[in-house]
């Protein structure tokens, strides 16, 4: 009798897996990619029949044959994301994700050029100024919105222009960082380029790891800490959470100055890695347009739910549907066709409750009820494990 109550207790629910908010997350997300998809597939049939099968075969799997690019490339929209969802937990939504991300590759440059340290931890050094940077361009939008209740997307979209002029002047008015003949940065000393992973033909490197590493902390922190808790509850319902106790003004500060520096690490990330041509480095061109990275990572935070689970995930996948759609080209697609698919995606995933409630829904109307007749004869009645308790 004991063994069938242990069975009991312990068996497999499927209901408990339809009714979970993980489940709904996903769910979500599959079938704004599936639709995207298919809109995708269907404007390749418009623009050119003859190729589309080709085409979309690229789309979905060409990203295999890149496997380090698309790991390499999901780095920098990975933390970008990371720092989208993180304040969107706080109920902000951090829309200055380019600023601080171009804030962060710059004192990333600054300390690979300016800074003579040892090779082992040169690289390290120039991370962590990458990441100050990033903290010190949310900070500001923070103390806006903390003490003057200044919306922080009209602080924080300015200062993705505030930024990126500041960003440009400065290395356009440096000898040392820019080489004016090929309007860019020069190369970056191989001391302060993060170790690569060894893959051949590629630029992916140990930031991929770190971001995956932050993205589990991020995890932990949110769901399993005081600190998690207060943010989220912030985030809920600010009126309340105040009335309890919790430091609302700190909070905010300290999210958007979290998630500055997330976005920082991912400038840092993307320019510090080591290029795949031996003597050369990744380099940065000051042309006066915001990084599409900071944006980006709004996608992917949105397609992860805010979840930083499901924003690795949804930034791999990102990097590989984008690194397909560079070979559709070769089949006489323009490259902005993966932009369409990507923005179709990003649109459905926006009416993810919709879609959540939908196909939950029909989970529970038809396989949770199946499922429920065909495991009723194998339960233990709740008077049976009173008894035998």
């Known amino acids: 009798m004991q063994d069938k109550i242990n069975l009991n207790k312990n068996k497999f629910s499927f209901k408990k897996i339809i009714y979970s908010g993980g489940f709904a997350s996903f769910s979500s997300a599959l079938m704004a990619i599936i639709l995207g998809l298919i809109f995708g597939f269907i404007v390749m049939l418009i623009a050119k029949p003859e190729s589309a099968g080709a085409g979309f075969k690229f789309i979905t799997l060409g990203g295999f044959k890149r496997i380090g690019d698309v790991f390499y490339f999901a780095t920098p929209i990975l933390m970008t994301g990371l720092s989208v969802g993180f304040a969107f937990n706080m109920g902000l939504f951090n829309i200055g994700a380019s600023g601080q991300y171009t804030m962060g590759m710059f004192f990333a440059m600054y300390v690979g050029f300016m800074w003579d340290l040892p090779p082992s931890i040169h690289w390290i050094v120039a991370i962590l100024a990458g990441m100050l940077g990033g903290m010190l361009w949310g900070f500001i939008p923070g103390i806006f919105k903390a003490f003057l209740?200044?919306?922080?997307?009209?602080?924080?979209?300015?200062?993705?222009?505030?930024?990126?002029?500041?960003?440009?002047?400065?290395?356009?008015?440096?000898?040392?960082?820019?080489?004016?003949?090929?309007?860019?940065?020069?190369?970056?000393?191989?001391?302060?380029?993060?170790?690569?992973?060894?893959?051949?033909?590629?630029?992916?490197?140990?930031?991929?790891?770190?971001?995956?590493?932050?993205?589990?902390?991020?995890?932990?922190?949110?769901?399993?800490?005081?600190?998690?808790?207060?943010?989220?509850?912030?985030?809920?319902?600010?009126?309340?959470?105040?009335?309890?106790?919790?430091?609302?003004?700190?909070?905010?500060?300290?999210?958007?100055?979290i998630a500055g520096g997330l976005s920082g690490l991912g400038g840092a990330f993307a320019i510090l890695a080591p290029s795949a041509i031996a003597g050369s480095s990744m380099t940065y061109e000051p042309i006066n347009i915001i990084a599409p990275n900071g944006f980006n990572g709004i996608a992917v935070a949105l397609l992860g739910n805010s979840h930083p689970i499901g924003t690795i995930f949804s930034s791999i996948f990102i990097s590989h549907i984008q690194r397909g759609g560079t070979l559709a080209s070769l089949v006489g697609y323009k490259p902005e066709i993966i932009d369409v698919v990507i923005a179709v995606i990003i649109y459905f995933s926006a009416f993810a409750a919709v879609m959540n409630e939908t196909l939950v829904n029909f989970f529970k109307n038809h396989i949770g009820k199946k499922h429920d007749k065909e495991t009723a004869n194998n339960e233990v009645s709740d008077n049976e494990i009173k008894e035998a308790e």
Request: glycine letters at 8%.
């Open 149 to 257: 209740n200044v919306n922080e997307v009209i602080t924080s979209i300015m200062f993705n222009y505030i930024g990126m002029y500041i960003v440009d002047m400065a290395i356009q008015g440096s000898s040392t960082m820019y080489k004016f003949e090929q309007t860019r940065t020069n190369y970056l000393p191989a001391s302060v380029q993060i170790p690569s992973l060894g893959i051949p033909n590629s630029n992916v490197n140990w930031g991929i790891i770190l971001a995956i590493a932050i993205g589990i902390v991020l995890y932990i922190v949110l769901q399993k800490t005081i600190f998690g808790y207060e943010l989220k509850a912030t985030g809920f319902n600010k009126f309340a959470s105040e009335y309890a106790g919790m430091k609302g003004k700190k909070n905010i500060i300290l999210t958007m100055i």
